[in-house]
């Protein structure tokens, strides 16, 4: 039963990590054609407008996802009261979060409703939904259908750019148009596999279960904000502050950046397990962690080497600025391998509360450094702020990681 246990496991990691790095290389590919066909301030606007969407997002859902997974996972009987819920918790706070965007829209605007936007905006709508879907398929480890609904939204985002982008002409509406549509199909897609093959039925919920499910999952939404924050700030902050021809540098120089930190999730993902049983030593430990520093050095040096002909290659001249920014994030490409590790071991021993204010603490202080650098060095300086924040979270986490009680008496074998 064990053996079979961690086989499952094992295959969903399999499954997760070859989707991943299959979705971030066509997304890469479709980055590029965007970027070189719709030029730096289009592109620029696609996306400040996908960064923006992506943080209100988290107010649709209010973290109630993660929660529905682990109720779904305890209660599988109940699974029908549970998806139907959620499903509910949905439509209150979509409904309510666009019309509070309306209503403040007409005093100052917040979110600007142009075509490219409101199909952006629906795009958002279809995805929250899509998560209701993912997260019934994670509670039944059937992670093989989250992993293809991934990998088939890169290949039609990739499709649908090379067809009407590139042969149509269609420009930024026609982006916008293609991740409407991808968006909308998929989730379609995604309920008729729900409903169809595993019998999944939408039943009659009280509005006072909605309102249980906010107040329950509240942390993880808390959680899910300042990790959004701190992914999305730089992109919105560098748009207001110095325009989308800047936005659409830094852009494309964070998804390389994207794609080099698959490296220390996929290990913190292994190690994760074996750290939650106590099957890691405080020797052990340090062992991994000069190995992952060691990896973060040479990852490090390898990218500053080849982004400045990296960048030309696959974005062109125009985006020649990008560079600088990789070259700047180059320099806490190690710190960011140590942080991963120590924020998994500090996950595998109970202690989510220190990650979550020490990504508070960074987060803030990215946020505030940006208001002074950007304005004075553009995205370059977005790059240095989160530079900065990055060498704090290292010092907080290594306190941490020196208070660390580990397993020390392991059995070699």
Known sequence: MEKRK???????????????????????????????????????????????TSIIALLFSLGADTYIVVQLSKHVKKTNMFVSINMMNRI?????????????NNITEIYPFSFVSIMIYFTTIFDSFRTISDGFFQSRQ??????????LRAILLLIGSVFIIVFLKKGINGVAIIYFA???????????????????????????????????????????????????IDIIMINKLAGNNETAYYNTAKKII???????????????????????????????????????????????????????????????????????????????FINSFISTCLIGNGLQKK?????AIGTTINIVSNLILIPK???????????????????????????????DNIKQT
Do not use: H
Request: hydrophobic fraction near 55%; glycine fraction near 4%.
């Open 92 to 104: 209150v706070l979509i409904s309510t979060v666009t019309i509070c965007i309306f209503i403040v």
């Open 182 to 232: 991808t968006s909308l199909f998929i989730m379609l897609v995604s309920y008729g596999l729900m409903i169809f093959k595993f019998n999944v039925k939408f039943v009659k919920v009280k509005l006072k279960n909605v309102l249980r499910l906010i107040r329950e999952a509240f942390p993880f939404f808390l959680n899910g904000i300042i990790l959004i924050l701190s992914i999305q």
């Open 355 to 359: 990650v979550l204010s020490a990504n």
């Open 258 to 336: 994207d794609i080099v930190l698959m490296i220390p999730s996929i290990i913190s993902m292994v190690i994760l397990p074996r750290i939650s049983k106590n099957q890691v030593s405080k020797v052990q430990s340090k062992k991994i962690l000069r190995v992952i520093t060691l990896i973060g050095i040479v990852v490090s040096i390898f990218i500053y080497s080849i982004s400045d002909i990296f960048i030309k290659v696959a974005f062109g001249s125009e985006y020649i600025e990008s560079s600088a920014i990789i070259k700047v994030f180059c320099l806490g490409f190690p710190l960011l």
């Open 6 to 52: 961690r086989a499952l496991i094992l295959k969903d990691s399999l499954y997760l990590t070859i989707s991943r790095f299959t979705r971030y290389g066509l997304m890469f590919i479709f980055t590029a054609i965007c970027a070189r066909y719709l030029g730096s301030n289009d592109y620029g606007i696609i996306s400040y407008n996908l960064s923006q």
């Open 377 to 407: 060095f553009l995205c370059v300086g977005a790059a240095i702020s989160t530079l900065i924040s990055i060498f704090i979270n290292t010092i907080q986490f290594s306190l941490y990681y020196r208070k660390l009680e580990f397993v």
């Open 142 to 151: 059937k992670i093989k259908y989250v992993a293809f609904f991934e990998i």
